[in-house]
């Protein structure tokens, strides 16, 4: 299943978060400086977010070291006929999922 622009959104926010709590934290242990800790701390935080994005979409649309899905190649309607479910049935019975 593909990620959603909202779900690397989402992921890349709660990530950021604790990474740059520690890179101020780290900044601030090595200056004694708050503003620059904190300053530091939006920058990376920003830019960071910003290329984990990037990188999220990126290895979306990469298929390497993925599972296929069983179903996945089924060509069935969105609104599942009686034939398309014996499709979906035969399909799962092939694999060993139904009996």
Do not use: C, N
């Amino acid at each position: 299943m593909a990620e959603s622009h909202k779900r690397s959104i989402a992921k890349a926010v709660s990530y950021r978060f604790m990474a740059t709590l520690t890179t101020a934290t780290v900044v601030f242990i090595l200056t004694r400086k708050l503003s620059l800790a904190v300053g530091v701390g939006i920058l990376d935080m920003f830019a960071k977010m910003g290329f984990f994005y990037l990188h999220e979409r990126f290895w979306a649309k990469v298929k390497w070291g993925r599972t296929r899905h069983p179903l996945e190649s089924l060509q069935v309607t969105k609104d599942l006929s009686p034939e398309d479910l014996e499709k979906v049935k035969t399909q799962l019975k092939s694999m060993g999922y139904i009996e």
